[in-house]
Every structure is written in C-alpha cells, then in structure tokens.
C-alpha cells in the first residue's frame, strides 16, 4: 500500500487560521507551478523505487482553484511517471464556490473518483470570522454539481472550536453536510497557530473562541449524532459510512509509504533498508528553479528515522485510529512483538483505564482517543 | 625595610547601597597612580560579575596605596573594601577592627540611610575615625547644605569641612586623600610584641590555596615562620606573604601596622576563619585580639538541581564555592518530591539569593529552591530542646511542648508620610513596635521588634514597594521567643509533598494555607487525573482546591503526511514532563515550589 500527495498552493484568499503554504491565483504564477509538478514527476520516477500506487490525494491550498484542463494535465502526467492502480482511490479537494460542472466533469474524466470540500461551518458569521468566500449555499450548490458529474464519495471537513461557535452550529452543519449526501466527514479542532491573522485576532481580543468545556461539548455531540446518522468513527477525527474510509489517510496512520510531490509536500518511504522521510522546498521560487534544473526540489537530506523512532511512529499514528494497531501488522514489519516492545507503557496505559487489548492488539478507548498525545507519554519512555 | 608606621594609614570606606563607595574606591586607585590606566576597569575590587552588575560588594578585598601629601610626604594607605549589606554584617565589622579609620560617604541626593548608620555604628564601636564625605554634588539634586546637617545632627560627626566631591568625575576627591592622612591615625602597634595578625577575611587561591587577609596588629610575620591560629588551633608553616597591589604581590615581611595576606598551603577557608587571631607558634601572644564570632547561618533552603542527573555536578559546584566562602554551610538532604539534594545555610537572604545565583550563572545549573526557614527551637515534652532548619524534621505535634523563634530588631528609616503603611506592614508581619524618633523635619527611624521568619521572604520589597523607594531597612538579630507555630503541609492527590512544607505563625496558617493552595492550582497544569490539593495542620484539612482532569488535547492533524508537528508537539510535551516532579502519580513543575514563597 502506498499513496500519492500532490499539493496545489493557490488560494482564492487565505483563511484567516491558516498557515500552509498558499499563494494568490494568478494565471501565470499557477501555469508555472504546473509545469514545474509536471517536471518534478518526471525528476523523482526516476529515482524513486517503483512501485504500484493505490491512493492519490490532490491537496492544498485549493486545487479546485487551477484552471480548466490543468487538473488534468497533471493526471496524465502522473500515469506517464508512476503506477496507479486500477482501482486507486483518487481524491481530491475543493471549496465550495470554486467549483463549476466543468472542472467537475473533467475531474470525473481523468479518474478521480472521491472530493473532499471544505465546508468548516455553516453559520455565514463564522465562515467570514475565518475569512472564508463561500457561503452555505454554495456548498448545497456544489453539492448538487458534484452528484450529478457522478461524485458518489465525497467528504466534507467540518470543524470545531471555532470563534462564536455554539454546538448547535456544529450539529447544524453534520445535519447540512449529510443531508446533501456525503459519505465522509472530517471533524477537526480548530489549532490556532500561531502568526496566523487569527492567532493576532484573539491575542487582540477581536475574536473569542468558545471555552475548553463547550469546546469539549461540542466534540461529544458531534460524536454521537454522526454515529446516529450512520457515519462511524475510524480515526480520532474522521467519521465515515461503511466502505467510505478514506484510503488515503488510513495509509498515513498506518505509517505507510507515501510520495509528495509539489510544493513543501512530505515524503516517507523504505529504500535500501532504511526508512526515510524527507520533504520539498517551501520558497516558491526555488521550487521552481530545482526542477526547472532537473533536481529533486528537496528541502534537506531524506531523513532515516531509526527503528525506534519508526516503532513509536506506528505506535503514534496507528492508536489515532479506533481500531487501533494488531500486532500481526507490526510483527510483520518489526520482526519483535508488540506486546515485548512497548510492554511497560501498554500496561501502564492499561492501568490508567486509556486502553483496550483486541484480538491482536491494542486500541484506545473513548477516553483514550480523547488525551491521545497524554496516553502516548509512556511510548514514548520505553 | 620596615616602612615607617608614621607614614601609614589603614581605612575603608563605608557607605549606603549606591552611594558610591566602588565608584571612590576606583578613583582613589586611579589618582595614586596604583594601576595603570590601561588596566584600570570601574569597580576595579568588586572582581565578581554578580558585585558588578549588582553594584554590591560581596567579598572583602583590600588594596596598598602610596599617596604624597601636601606636606611631601609619601604615605601609605591601606584601603579595605567591605560588603555593606546586613547579611555580612560580621564581615564587616572585623573589616572595620582592622582599620584605624573610616572613610563614610553620603550620598548628597539621598542624604543618610539606614546602611549608612548601621556602619557608622559599626566603626563607632572599632574606635575608628571617620572622613565624612559627601558625594555625587555634580547632580542637579543634590542638596550639599542639607547632608551636611544631617551628618551633623543624626550621627553628631561635624561635616562643616567634609570634602564635597564627584567620585564619578573625580572631582575634590583629592581632598579625601588629604583628609585620610589627617583624620585618621597611624596605626599603633609593637613590632617586638608575639606576632598577632587579624583575619578580615579568607579568599581561595587556586595556586596558592587558602589565603589569609590579615591585619598585623603586633610583630612580623614572614615566610618560613610556624603560625598558629588561635580560635582552631591548627598550625602551619607560612610560605608566603604579600600585599594587594591590588593583584597578590609577595614581599619580604609583614610588619606591625601593616596588610597584606598569608599563606601557608591551607587547603580550605573554613581553617582560616574571619576574626580569628594568627600568631607565631613559637612565641605565641597571650590572648588573642577581641571580637572573634563563629559565623553562623540563619536563612536556610534546600537546592536540588531541576534534572536529577546534575546532582554531583551541583555537588561540586558547592564543594568550589565554599571554598572561598566559609559562611555557607550545605549537607546532603533527600526529599520524597524532589530526590537528592541539599539543605544549605546562609547568613541572610542576599546571601541566599547571591548563592542561588553563582549556581546557575558559574555552573550553568538548573536548581529548583525549596521555601526559605530560619532555626526554630523546639521544646520537647520530655524537655529535650532540638534546633529545626527544615519544617521536615519537626517532631510530631505530641512531643512538642512549645516552639520558639529568632526575633530582630528592625530599624527603618523612612520619610514621615510613610509612617502609617510601614506600621501597617510590621504590624502585618507580627511585629511589635518598639520606638519611632525624628531624625531631623520628615524623616523618621521607627524601631520594631520583628520574627525573622518574617522578614525573609518579601519583607524588604515590600517596604520598598510601600514607601516608593525610599524606606531603607536594617535589622540586628535578638533572642529566640516563644512563639505559637504550626507546620503547614500540602498533599497532592493525597500524598504530602514535604518540600512544600513550611513552618507558620498558628494566626497566619489558614490564609496561607488558602492562598498557596489556590496558586498551586493555577501553577499544577492539568493532567490525565483529577488533581485534590490540600493544605493541612496536623492532619487537619484547611483548604482545599482541585486542579481538573485534561478533558481533551490539541490533537495535531498529519496533514499531508506532514507529521513532524505533531512529533515537535509530542517532544515538547515529554520535555514539559521531564522537568516536572513526581509526587505519587501528579506532575508538579518547578514554579510550584516557589508559589509557597510568594504568597503574602
């Protein structure tokens, strides 16, 4: 199993929360970029080991924000360098009001079967608190587009913790979100980073975000409607209908291999017996200039992380998930058991009353997933 | 070649926090041409960087001056620089016995603090003459007329001839150098008399080991002799002796009149004790000169260092200091909350504060400080006494019969508007009023008898803090007196946390109780469990509050594969904890051992 993460840096306008990497649409600046991806694809292929891919995710940014036909010359240039799988799933992302049944049909066209859209919220005041452009409308809009080009896999990212949000605004956009049909929702907390507009925005007193104990509240409800709507909790924050997990992200917590590609994008893969992780520039320009050169635009050296590290990284990433890790999957890939490996901080956890031991494995329970940075201390130690 | 006695005079100069005495000192170096201008950096005999940046003296040093009179005359001086804080109250004074005079400095926009008096009385009581000296008249506040006054009228010195100078830019202050050689005596003194050298102070040299500053009140000391010093016993063969010029230089003899140091290949301070007496060995005087006092501490902390692992290196980096200082005291303790560390004594709190500072500036030292205690004294109902430093060790409540504490006696020079909140302050710290007399038109010295248990905390800061600045403080220790302590305990989680512990007035025990409790919840974060703090008086809970379970964390999206924030998260979260305290399952950071102190 091995993914595919394309990033797209161009956005309509920057949210206000936000801190990746994302500059202004501009024709020439996206047609640039473009090319330079196209480059890229061609640079790494080459030196990458092969292999079959089974996910893609285009991220961003905004990739709905490229001009018609660039999407999907960026496809074909995948399938020339890389393998995809006939069955891959192929993601990826948009924002309500930029989308349109064009750029949806040529989406369907070249082979990407799953979107995710950014709804966040559906209380107009909150979406401008955040600098968001669309409205509620627009994603029903969307909604309805996507449909009827034949989406049958869509998520929506939702979020909480968001400056004067009440759990009835929160519960409001779960009921919108599925009632418009999709399959999949994100539930994320909102993280203010900081020298993001709105980290100055509540340090100045502009903005207030909701306490720790609504914000709890918030979570808590949110967790049992989507399970009452039929959407069940795989991952700490990703909710989805049966058959609907995203492939693409269970790869990730399963500390899988992956390639990024494009703008400051992360990479993690075994090559030569060892496992490495790297990642891609982040100044624009220079991106452009490496793979203009025919290098690979990386930011430093690929990274070996030792076997320990890679252990605690299953560990780290495999408990966000409810089904937490089998120790079948990390025999597999260790060659030691699980249960040897981590067992002070297993039956620490245990004792702690944070775990649950599975037919052949470990998974956290509620409030587990609740303080997983907490229950991962002891992991940490051994 | 003996120098003529005449011809010499042995001083030091005495002065209020600030008031310039350094800054003289420097010029007075400078005129008499005793280092040469290249090397010559202000503060030149505070060598320690705290002295500087603090702008305080901490250790004694003295340096030898040739100065030519009006009368053609070569003279030389001796100059002893002394610390002038409380906390070396003892130092000084022996400073002081080894001197024939004084030089006092008076700031000229300040007029005479507390300090300033407490010195006076100091040399006073030494005989010496005193060179009153007014300084800083080159700013635009200074008021030269009224210092003059004051000087008159609150210490009854005449100051109608004082030399009126700017030790900052030099200028009269010859006309201290001309007043020295007036003022002030040449030293008396037998050379044919058994050698009687006294011990001003003790540095470490790390050539020539232990190092004594002396006075030679009688005879010649040289290298070669057998001495002995007189409050130890021990004896030693001298290899060297010298004066400060001001580096150690080594010369012929010391004679009668004279200062300089010995040394005699002794390893460690604590065998050269200021105040005591050297003489010869072979010839040795009757009694030895007056004034000796085993320095003994009165403030004491734990210091544990804040990762477990530097112990040792805290260990060495006490085993260097006390070289050099022979008041400090330290011995191994353990505490259940912060593992192995050590109990340590000081005079005061400055030198506390000064000791806590040298750790983690010169050894790069993380340490977590433990409330200060004075010296309780216990009365046990079986009528044993027992001396506590560490609210640990106090017996339990049924064998106390009843507990005493040290008292002081505070003098606190102030203007007269503050009068009514330094009262309220005192009287807020249990003090018994005493006196209160006018120096001179709004200025007045109120006198109280204080629990020193009281003052060494945020006493001073306090009084700083009430009277803008301008109350000054000085304080004399007196008896030990009943008093109706308790011990004050914290339990987190229900276990106690002994280095939380802390020894109370029985009237001040809830409200302290209250409000440490209610910072420790601020200071505690919230962790996986439900956290009960408790403050307790012999098992009996007084307050309590709780610091909430974490309900839920910040969870970091792995955004795009992108997982190196949530691992910087994770990293700093398991650093977070690794400076943190166990105590049974809570995790307590370093600030919370401070939150005891800083409660009023």
């Known amino acids: 199993m091995a993914g595919i993460y394309i990033h797209i840096p161009f956005c309509v306008s920057k949210c206000r929360y936000c801190d990746f990497v994302s500059f202004p649409c501009e024709t020439e600046a996206k047609k640039r970029y473009v090319d330079a991806l196209i480059h890229e694809m061609a640079i790494a292929a080459k030196e990458l080991p092969e292999k079959q891919y089974d996910t893609v995710f285009i991220g961003g940014g905004t990739p709905s924000t490229l001009e018609l036909g660039e999407i999907m010359r960026i496809m074909a240039a995948l399938h020339d360098n890389f393998s995809i799988a006939e069955d891959a799933e192929i993601t990826i992302e948009a924002n309500p009001g930029t989308l349109d049944v064009w750029k949806l049909a040529e989406y369907r066209e070249c082979g990407i079967n799953r979107l995710s859209m950014g709804l966040q919220s559906v209380n107009p005041h909150i979406l401008k608190a955040l600098g968001r452009i669309h409205t509620p409308d627009d994603f029903l809009k969307s909604m309805d587009m996507a449909k009827a080009a034949g989406f049958t896999n869509i998520n929506a990212d939702l979020m909480y913790g968001l400056p004067e949000q009440s759990t009835e605004d929160l519960l409001a956009a779960i009921a919108v979100a599925a009632g418009a049909g999709v399959t999949h929702i994100s539930a994320y907390s909102l993280i203010v980073e900081e020298n993001t507009p709105l980290y100055f925005d509540i340090n100045g007193g502009s903005v207030l975000l909701p306490g720790e104990d609504e914000t709890f509240e918030m979570y808590e409800k949110s967790k049992e409607m989507l399970e009452s709507l039929g959407f069940h909790r795989y991952e700490i924050s990703n909710y989805a209908k049966e058959g609907y997990e995203s492939r693409h992200n269970l790869n990730y917590w399963n500390n899988g291999e992956y390639v990024g590609l494009g703008l400051n994008s992360h990479s993690a893969m075994h090559i030569g017996g060892k496992w490495l992780r790297w990642a891609n520039k982040s100044e624009f320009e220079e991106y452009l200039a490496d793979t203009d050169e025919g290098k690979r635009p990386l930011a430093d050296e690929p990274q070996t992380i030792e076997r320990a590290e890679e252990m605690f990284e299953c560990v780290m990433l495999g408990l966000r998930k409810t089904a937490g890790i089998t120790n079948g999957e990390f025999e597999a890939r260790f060659g030691e058991s699980l249960f040897t490996t981590f067992s002070k901080a297993i039956a620490q956890l245990d004792e702690n009353g944070l775990l649950i031991k599975t037919a052949d494995g470990i998974r956290l329970n509620d409030r587990g997933l609740d303080i997983e940075n907490l229950a991962l201390m002891p992991f940490m130690e051994d | ?600």
């Open chain 2, 1 to 600: 070649m003996a120098y003529d006695r005449e011809l010499i005079r042995n001083f030091c100069i005495i002065a209020h926090i600030d008031h310039g005495k350094s800054t003289l000192a420097d010029r007075m170096i400078e005129m008499t041409d005793t280092v040469a201008l290249r090397d010559m950096e202000a503060q030149l005999l505070d060598n320690m960087d705290i002295e500087r940046e603090r702008g305080i003296t901490i250790k004694s040093s003295a340096v030898r001056m040739f100065y030519t009179h009006t009368d053609g005359k070569r003279y030389m001086f001796n100059l002893i620089d002394t610390p002038g804080h409380v906390d070396f109250n003892y130092e000084v004074s022996r400073s002081l016995a080894a001197c024939e005079g004084a030089v006092l400095v008076v700031d000229a926009t300040q007029g005479i603090e507390a300090q300033t008096l407490a010195n006076v009385y100091l040399a006073l009581d030494n005989s010496l003459e005193i060179v009153p000296v007014i300084n800083k008249i080159d700013l635009p506040s200074a008021d030269v007329e009224h210092t003059k006054k004051e000087i008159e009228d609150v210490i009854g010195l005449p100051a109608e001839n004082a030399p009126c100078i700017s030790a900052k830019t030099g200028l009269n202050v010859e006309q201290v150098l001309a007043a020295v050689v007036d003022t002030v005596p040449p030293p008396s003194g037998d050379i044919n008399k058994p050698l009687k050298a006294l011990i001003f102070d003790s540095v470490y040299d790390n050539y020539k080991g232990a190092l004594s500053y002396v006075r030679v009140v009688d005879g010649v000391v040289k290298p070669g002799m057998k001495i002995r010093y007189m409050a130890t016993g021990n004896e030693f063969e001298v290899t060297e002796v010298g004066i400060f010029s001001p580096t150690l230089m080594p010369i012929d003899a010391l004679e009668a009149g004279e200062v300089g140091y010995i040394s005699a290949s002794i390893k460690n301070v604590r065998e050269t004790k200021v105040g005591d007496t050297i003489t010869d060995a072979n010839a040795p005087a009757d009694e030895p000169l007056p004034g000796y006092k085993q320095a003994n501490p009165m403030v004491f902390c734990g210091i544990y260092p804040a990762d477990g692992a530097d112990y040792e290196n805290l260990r060495d980096a006490l085993d260097k200091l006390v070289l050099n200082d022979a008041s400090l005291s330290y011995e191994p303790e353990t505490s259940m909350a912060l593992g192995f560390g050590f109990r340590c004594g000081f005079l005061g709190l400055l030198h506390m504060e000064i000791i806590q500072e040298r750790l983690e500036r010169e050894f790069d030292l993380d340490l977590v400080t433990t409330a200060p205690s004075v010296i309780y004294k216990v009365v046990k109902t079986n009528g044993e006494e027992v001396m506590i430093d560490n609210p640990t060790n106090l017996p339990p409540v049924t064998e106390i019969a009843y507990m005493e504490e040290p008292m002081v006696r505070a003098t606190i020079m102030s203007p007269s508007e503050y009068v009514g909140t330094i009262m309220e302050l005192c009287q807020d710290k249990r003090g018994v009023f005493e006196d209160m007399k006018y120096i001179e038109e709004g200025r007045v010295n109120i006198f109280y008898e204080l629990p020193l248990n009281e003052i060494i905390y945020d006493f001073f800061d306090q009084l700083k803090s009430r009277s803008r600045g301008y109350a000054s403080f000085d304080y004399e220790l007196k008896e030990y007196a009943k008093s109706d302590l308790v011990k004050l305990d914290f339990l987190l989680n229900g276990d106690m946390c002994d280095a939380l512990s802390t020894i109370v007035h029985k009237d001040k025990a809830y409200a302290k109780g209250r409000a440490v409790a209610e910072k420790l919840q601020e200071v505690i974060p919230r962790q996986q469990f439900e956290i009960p703090i408790q403050a307790a008086i012999g098992g009996k809970i007084i307050a309590r509050e709780t610091v909430r379970a974490v309900r839920k964390d910040v969870l970091a999206k792995c955004y795009g594969g992108d997982i190196t924030r949530k691992k910087k998260l994770l990293e700093k979260q398991k650093e977070g904890k690794k400076r943190m305290r166990q105590i049974g399952t809570v995790s307590l950071p370093s600030e919370a051992f401070m939150s005891v102190l800083k409660i009023n």
